[in-house]
């Protein structure tokens, strides 16, 4: 399979797909109909400097990520709010007025989305990063190895990360979500395949993928195991302090193994990606034919696989 250089995430009855700057959200309205949206969004990569850089251009990237994909996700569940009677133009606005009006409300909303992306990034530390650390100091008196400790905390990191993604599974939308979630990857590994992108063909091909989100996450947990364990300092506070300034450099270091996990195909590359794989079973689902109709719009806005596929 050749690396087609797109990615995506599922949203609320839809898939958004991503190409360069360019990306398009294809969303399921309740009446059934596709609405899809394209735009650009550059983000801190815009600079292409930031591109070039190892590590640096990993934890940028996730950010990036993260902002576009809440982003997104607001705009698919606009679609499924429930209606506010709506409140009556108010003719003594001028058009002035009105232009003033919408770009404070568009502020409005990039205050709250910056908000909420904050406090996502906040939680996640402490469920994943804080609270580990403090579990494992409690085998302290039975294990006084620091190495055997960072491998214990690695392990509860593990458990955790596995038991949320396995709790949130039962809830019905999300695993709505988690089968569009599928309907991307498949579309995705179809073109890349070099299959004419159908709902037939989709159908065929894996709903896991080597540059999966999930993937990603699942190696920041497992390569923050290796770099913990180098950590020799005794002081609590300071051990705390390092691995709350490591994050970033985990990151980037996870972006820097799905970045050559998309690119190269070979067994050394297929074996480091088998966990990913493995946990996207979880977090992906075989989509019905509406879900692929969907995931189908939403490359076709962003991405010429017509084209790229003439030069596989």
């Keep these: 399979m050749k690396y087609s250089g797109i990615g995506g995430q599922a949203v609320m009855e839809g898939v958004m797909m991503r190409n360069q700057d360019k990306y398009a959200v294809a969303v399921r309205k309740p009446n059934h109909e596709i609405e899809v949206k394209v735009d650009t969004y550059g983000g801190p990569l815009a600079n292409k400097g930031i591109k070039k850089l190892p590590l640096i251009r990993g934890a940028v990237s996730f950010i990036d990520s993260l902002y576009l994909g809440m982003s997104t996700l607001m705009y698919s569940s606009s679609f499924f709010e429930e209606e506010e009677p709506k409140k009556s133009a108010n003719p003594e606005l001028t058009e002035e007025?009105?232009?003033?009006?919408?770009?404070?409300?568009?502020?409005?909303?990039?205050?709250?989305?910056?908000?909420?992306?904050?406090?996502?990034?906040?939680?996640?530390?402490?469920?994943?990063?804080?609270?580990?650390?403090?579990?494992?100091?409690?085998?302290?008196?039975?294990?006084?190895?620091?190495?055997?400790?960072?491998?214990?905390?690695?392990?509860?990191?593990?458990?955790?990360?596995?038991?949320?993604?396995?709790?949130?599974?039962?809830?019905?939308?999300?695993?709505?979500?988690?089968?569009?979630?599928?309907?991307?990857?498949?579309?995705?590994?179809?073109?890349?395949?070099?299959?004419?992108l159908n709902v037939e063909n989709v159908k065929k091909s894996s709903k896991q993928h080597k540059r999966c989100g999930t993937s990603f996450l699942l190696i920041v947990l497992l390569i923050s195991i290796f770099v913990f364990m180098f950590i020799r300092v005794d002081h609590k506070a300071l051990q705390l302090l390092l691995r709350l300034v490591l994050i970033p450099v985990i990151a980037g270091i996870s972006y820097e193994f799905i970045r050559l996990a998309g690119r190269y195909d070979n067994w050394i590359v297929n074996v480091m990606s088998q966990p990913g794989l493995w946990m996207q079973k979880l977090t992906t689902r075989e989509p019905d034919d509406e879900m692929i109709e969907v995931g189908i719009a939403s490359v076709e806005a962003v991405f010429d696989w017509r084209e790229w596929q003439k030069n596989l």
């Design 97 to 196: 007025e009105k232009q003033r009006l919408e770009k404070k409300e568009a502020k409005q909303e990039n205050v709250l989305m910056g908000g909420t992306i904050a406090l996502s990034i906040v939680l996640a530390v402490a469920i994943f990063f804080i609270l580990p650390y403090f579990l494992s100091g409690l085998f302290k008196k039975v294990i006084s190895n620091q190495a055997m400790l960072a491998l214990l905390e690695g392990l509860i990191r593990l458990v955790i990360f596995v038991l949320y993604i396995y709790g949130i599974s039962f809830m019905k939308d999300i695993q709505r979500v988690f089968m569009y979630h599928g309907a991307e990857h498949k579309c995705i590994n179809c073109i890349e395949a070099g299959l004419e």
